[in-house]
């Protein structure tokens, strides 16, 4: 072949690859339940035709059902990912699959039509609901090819979509589906609790056999004139009860079922221009219809089924139907199906799901939140019903849109914005505060990636919010009359098709006539981002951005008053409106706000009390500028007075999060912090010795995915301690006060996985000190700390503790005098050199001795340290078990715990201490083992000879409060939204 004609044909044949086509697929269905099993049994005929250029070999085909079959899934995977176990530690009884199925190629022949069978396989082992069919002849482009199979559904309980409760039913993806076919090859995917889905346009026949006195909606008409004017009556008789009576529920209702009949009945539906086929079925459903008519005169059927509970809400679920296909008929195009319904039912994947022609609907807790889910849900026969794109693959394009609309719907309904949420009394775009939560905090993702591969938060901000904010800067370069003339074009366009991000694009640019690629590209296909501000140089003003995104931005200027002369800038998504100002007055306020007020600096105030041994009680005050939504730079001052010590106490703080040009390549988010306290800690003579502690830290967080539930960071820390004590003259009297400093340097480095079931961390320290102190000397000490758990019930572990620490350089080693910094094998405040914890005394006593923590050792017993033991200049090595019992309720978490350790005792002590110690006993652990109460039972002579010294069984127990994990500032920083 000449050269050319080489050239030709490739670029040829590249044409034809990227040409868009579309396969169909028609589908008879009969299925029969079996109620009293949760078992359906089925025989399928797919009709496939194959509109692609070249000739197909192998067909995917998705058994979703099988989802349910194991712990071996990528929806159990994800369950346990997204930290849900309730799928994990379910009965097999519990459980669903798909099987009984016998692929087989109908072909027509002399003697009528042949069946041929298929071989079939699972090609990938870890996603057990997706089948390879080998076709024996390619067919070829135009053919087409009839497959049937007999299959037998195992319904499941309700985790996720498919599913039933006791004989409610919730058959939605319940037969086998070719997967889709296009230009971009096959899409073979798995099913997923979120996570969507992407299939073949085609018609349904599908016969459904159960109970006479079964309730079903369904997709698609219904061709059974007798249960039509059934289900017409009971629809007159629910309309007469919703009128008659004033005890609706607004609540859930337990509501028995009634028995099934003995006689059955066959209902026969039919869809066209469909690409998915749901049904429900209820004993219990009440019915509600009415007809309605598009501005093209075609007729509506409406229909609602629901049961006693919320039904106060539901008596309006017809008029919100209407509502909802009016307002998307006018904005986007007309809705091209004869019916619509809703469905309550019980539903594991949010509050609503969405089917051609059907949506069901869990909880709404409130008519205002019905009316907005069914629009939501009836929103999405547009935006993936009949705009069928990718859901699975580019979830902005039909729930960001969808979410565009729906927002618009509410507006108009309640006259009111819709996109504001109280939060602490504050009214809050919850999406806009989302969106800077995550970006600041450095767990933001792009829109535009496979819903599989975002963290859970990340979904409902990239799916739904995010493009629903960047689809209103188009709204304030153009209007929205423009916008929804471009929607419509889109739709006209894209109908009963599989548009994709490229697509929608080039219909709106062309609408527009300009390059929208700051919208399509960069804040729905990118995780940049934009900050513009304003800024005031020689008496001008310019508008300034920072960051990638070339946005619109709306601007406001008002100067009737030189004395108060105002410029604002708003965008929806800009990263930090606070510099949005010309300037900001100072407002305070109580506590804490969900961000500053729009326009305003804010400060906040609130009242201290707390106590402790040495300070007794004391009383503040605290100012802050934190706020939910996190800033660049935040402080708190708190400064207080202890009436016991009659000296002044408290402590500050100042965290300035590092821009991205001050961070490493490596790092995903870094911080500057530095914190400062002033406590007693020590009493003489009835006079209160403080001391004080000023710690600078520089850490910064490694990129990971997000969907990895992994985090690491490095971090390099330097604390200084200054300690006031009684000073004594030569005569032994006192003579004033002298103050000892230290200083630790420390190196470390974390990392952890937030597995649910399989939790586990780990921590590098390297510390180098010099104490200050008399004896002393400076030391260089290592230290790694491995902590793990297993979750072998639901919400009861097995967690484990492993210690090692091993002093590197140490002058000390061989010397019977052990310091403070000396390992220790209980985290008390005496073995605090550093200050790290919140004790609610210092004193080595009786009482406060008994608060221990997770550190060295981290015997959870008090042993007094007075007494020399369990300390070591040398190292040590120690194991901390505990488990939850398998019996007791959940709010009385009974387990049994075990410390043990062996470490390196002075070799010139003669006090016969042994080098290995242990103690076990009962355990209560609350928060996640950041509160406990340790009760010892047993242990090593010693430890049982010192326990007993302390004077009684009481005396001996250890108790657990991990202060330093409830500081606002780190719980506000690991909310999950």
């Known amino acids: 072949m000449p050269l050319i004609a080489i050239i030709f044909a490739l670029l040829f044949s590249t044409s034809l ?45 998705h058994l979703w059902p099988r989802a349910f079959s194991s712990d071996n899934t990528a929806f159990a995977r994800q369950q346990l990912r997204d930290g849900e176990t309730r799928f994990h530690f379910s009965k097999n009884s519990e459980r669903g699959t798909l099987d009984s199925l016998d692929f087989k190629l109908v072909r027509p022949g002399r003697d009528g039509v042949a069946e041929q069978s298929l071989e079939w396989s699972y090609p990938d082992p870890g996603n057990p609901d997706i089948a390879l069919l080998q076709l024996h002849d390619p067919l070829p482009s135009g053919a087409k090819v009839t497959i049937t199979t ?147 005169g075609q007729e509506l059927h409406l229909w609602a089924f629901f049961n006693e509970t919320e039904a106060a809400y539901w008596k309006k679920s017809i008029r919100f139907l209407e509502w909802a296909i009016e307002f998307y008929s006018e904005k986007i195009g007309m809705y091209p199906y004869p019916q619509v319904t809703a469905v309550q039912s019980a539903l594991s994947a949010g509050a609503g799901m969405e089917y051609p022609m059907i949506t069901v609907i869990g909880r709404s807790y409130g008519e205002p939140w019905l009316n907005e889910v069914i629009a939501h849900e009836v929103g999405h026969n547009w935006f993936y019903g009949i705009l069928a794109t990718n859901e699975r693959t580019h979830p902005w394009m039909d729930e960001g849109f969808n979410s565009f609309y729906e927002r618009l719907y509410m507006q108009r309904r309640y006259e009111e914005p819709q996109d504001k949420y109280s939060i602490l009394g504050q009214s809050v775009n919850i999406g806009q505060l989302g969106y800077r939560y995550q970006t600041l905090l450095g767990a933001g993702q792009s829109p535009d990636m496979d819903s599989d591969s975002m963290a859970e938060n990340n979904y409902w901000l990239n799916a739904y919010s995010k493009p629903d904010l960047a689809l209103q800067y188009l709204v304030l370069q153009y209007g929205q009359d423009s916008v929804d003339q471009a929607m419509q074009r889109y739709y006209e366009s894209w109908k009963f098709r599989h548009p994709g991000p490229d697509d929608v694009k080039a219909v709106f640019e062309d609408y527009f006539k300009a390059d929208l690629s700051w919208l399509f590209d960069d804040f729905l296909r990118s995780n940049n981002t934009v900050d513009y501000y304003i800024d005031r140089v020689k008496g001008s003003y310019a508008l300034k951005r920072k960051g990638d995104i070339d946005a619109p931005a709306e601007l406001e200027t008002d100067f009737t008053n030189s004395a108060d002369g105002r410029v604002v800038l708003t965008g929806p998504l800009d990263l930090n409106d606070r510099n949005n100002f010309l300037s900001r007055p100072l407002d305070f306020s109580l506590l804490i706000e969900p961000q500053d007020k729009f326009g305003s600096r804010h400060l906040f105030y609130l009242p201290l009390l707390g106590a402790n041994a040495q300070d007794g009680l004391m009383a503040g005050a605290a100012l802050h500028n934190r706020t939910l939504e996190p800033k660049i730079v935040e402080f708190l001052v708190a400064p207080a007075y202890g009436f016991k010590s009659n000296k002044p106490a408290g402590f500050a703080g100042l965290q300035w999060r590092l821009p991205e040009g001050l961070r490493p390549g490596f790092a995903n988010t870094g911080k500057l912090s530095l914190g400062y306290q002033r406590f007693s800690n020590f009493e003489f003579r009835d006079e209160a010795y403080q001391y004080q502690r000023l710690a600078g830290k520089w850490s910064y967080d490694f990129a990971t995915s997000p969907i990895r539930q992994l985090k690491s960071s490095v971090s390099a820390q330097v604390v200084n301690i200054w300690q006031n004590r009684p000073d004594f003259n030569e005569e032994g009297d006192l003579a004033g006060t002298q103050t000892r400093g230290s200083t630790f340097t420390r190196l470390l480095y974390e990392r952890s996985k937030t597995d649910i079931i399989n939790p586990r961390s780990l921590t590098l320290n390297l510390e180098y000190g010099t104490p200050g102190a008399v004896l002393t000397d400076d030391y260089l000490k290592a230290e790694i700390e491995w902590t793990g758990g297993y979750q072998y019930q639901q919400d009861r572990f097995i967690r484990w503790r492993l210690f090692g620490g091993y002093f590197l350089a140490n002058e000390l080693r061989e010397s019977n005098f052990t310091p403070n910094y000396a390992f220790s094998l209980v985290g008390n405040a005496a073995s605090d050199y550093a200050f790290d914890n919140i004790y609610l005394g210092r004193r080595d006593d009786r009482s406060y001795g008994q608060q221990v923590s997770s550190r060295m050792g981290g015997f959870r017993v008090p042993i007094d340290r007075a007494l020399g033991i369990g300390v070591s200049n040398n190292y040590m090595v120690a194991l901390n078990l505990d488990a939850r019992l398998p019996i007791g309720p959940t709010a009385f978490p009974l387990g049994i715990f075990v410390d043990a350790a062996s470490y390196g005792r002075s070799p010139i002590r003669a006090d016969g201490e042994e080098a290995f110690q242990w103690v076990g006993g009962l355990s209560l652990n609350f928060l996640d083992g950041q509160v406990g109460i340790y009760a010892p039972l047993v242990g090593s002579d010693l430890l049982d000879n010192s326990l007993d010294q302390r004077g009684g069984f009481i005396k001996s127990i250890g108790f657990k409060l991990s202060m330093t994990s409830f500081l606002p500032w780190e719980l506000i920083d690991d909310i999950k939204l």
Request: aromatic share 16%.
């Open 17 to 61: 690859s990227a040409q868009y086509f579309q396969q169909r697929v028609d589908y008879r269905i009969t299925a029969e339940l079996d109620d009293r099993t949760h078992f359906l049994h089925a025989n399928l005929e797919v009709d496939y035709t194959n509109n692609a250029p070249e000739a197909l070999t192998e067909i995917y085909f």
């Open 150 to 296: 007999p299959f037998r559904v195992k319904i499941p309980a309700s985790f996720s979509r498919l599913g039933h409760v006791g004989q409610s039913y919730q058959m939605t993806q319940w037969y086998p589906k070719p997967a889709v076919y296009d230009q971009d090859g096959w899409h073979p995917m798995p099913y997923l609790d979120r996570g969507e889905f992407y299939s073949e346009f085609g018609s349904f026949d599908v016969s459904i056999t159960l109970p006479q006195n079964y309730r079903v909606g369904a997709t698609g008409v219904l061709q059974n004139e007798a249960e039509t004017n059934w289900l017409l009556n009971l629809a007159a008789a629910t309309e007469q009860e919703m009128d008659s009576r004033s005890d609706l529920s607004e609540y859930a209702v337990d509501e028995s079922f009634p028995p099934s009949a003995n006689a059955k009945k066959t209902l026969r539906y039919l869809a066209e221009d469909v690409h998915d086929f749901a049904w429900f079925a209820d004993k219990r459903f009440k019915v509600l219809h009415d007809q309605a008519y598009g501005s093209n």
